[in-house]
């Protein structure tokens, strides 16, 4: 039986975004690039689509033809390259929707994260217990071995944030997610006694906005940006009912990098944000 071909990556994909961006910037069509670069417009489509593995030195010189003078970036777009790279996500592949494992493999590869939350806590801060609870309230309801799939998979994803190298992590979390009581009250104090352990990390960082803050620059759906090697590679992903959504031009990033800082500013600071923290789990 023949081998199925796996589908392109996210990084596989964003790295053949960002080369036909370059393109059009050249304002070039695949065929003239094709011909700039000794190849064909099907192996330029192919490329920009993702499907087709590229070298470093292929990247390169795409980007020379191109016209392309920022070398941040090209060094950055040429450390996107090579075959299709397993990661342990995949044992999940034909278990989970496939946003799911594109955002463990854009945890993966990010410098830090900075995470908004209105309702629910950061999967990444998340105890088994909670995150089993909140799995369990989705509509349609799963089957308990979906439940159980989609909880060890969302905490081997905290494998980013623990180990030699732990990527930094700034949590912007509304009071409001505090007080949810999921899974009862002792799973809701559990959850926030694990918030604050993990709030101890000097890589972690856990800001509560008060209720006292007023209106915020957010329709209350979670935020994650995650840092790129350079700033024009960064990804926002929005959690919403229908799924991941992630995006990546660059007025959109803008955007939501503008978003979050607004937020940010709305918060107490680190200490003050751990005392509420604490409160909160007293009254439980």
């Known amino acids: 039986m023949a081998r199925t071909k796996l589908p392109p990556t996210i990084r596989q994909r964003r790295l ?7 393109r059009e910037q050249a304002d070039l069509n695949a065929t003239e ?8 417009q099907s192996r330029v489509s192919s490329i920009e ?19 392309c003078t920022d070398q941040p970036l090209v060094d950055a777009l040429a450390g996107m390259t090579g075959g299709r790279t397993r990661g342990w996500w995949d044992e999940y592949r034909e278990i989970l929707p496939a946003g799911m494992l594109d955002m463990a493999e854009l945890e993966h ?10 309702i629910h806590l950061p999967g990444l801060l998340q105890t088994l217990d909670h995150a089993r609870a909140i799995i ?18 969302r905490l081997k994803r905290q494998a980013v944030i623990h180990g030699e190298r732990p990527k930094p992590l700034t949590a912007i979390i509304h009071e409001a997610a505090l007080r949810m009581d999921f899974g009862g009250r002792a799973v809701a104090r559990a959850q926030l006694e694990h918030l604050l352990t993990m709030s101890e990390h000097d890589h972690i960082k856990v800001l509560v906005i008060p209720f006292g803050s007023g209106t915020f620059p957010s329709s209350g759906q979670p935020v ?10 960064d990804t926002v992903e929005l959690d919403t009912d229908h799924g991941s959504e ?24 680190k200490q003050a944000s751990r005392d509420m923290i604490r409160r909160i789990a007293l009254d439980i």
Request: charged share 25%; net charge neutral.
């Open 16 to 22: 053949g975004t960002e080369l036909r961006r370059l």
């Open 33 to 40: 690039a094709g011909a700039l670069l000794g190849s064909s």
């Open 49 to 67: 689509s993702g499907s087709y593995a590229v070298s470093a030195d292929r990247v390169r010189s795409m980007a020379r033809a191109y016209g």
């Open 109 to 118: 590869h990010a410098r830090s994260m900075r995470i908004a939350c209105v």
């Open 136 to 153: 369990n309230s989705v509509e349609p309801p799963l089957a308990p071995h979906e439940v159980e799939h989609r909880v060890s998979y």
């Open 224 to 233: 994650v940006h995650l840092t790129g090697e350079v700033e024009h590679l």
């Open 246 to 269: 992630f995006l990546d031009t660059q007025p959109q990033l803008a955007r939501y990098r503008t978003t979050l800082d607004r937020m940010e500013t709305l918060t107490l600071e």
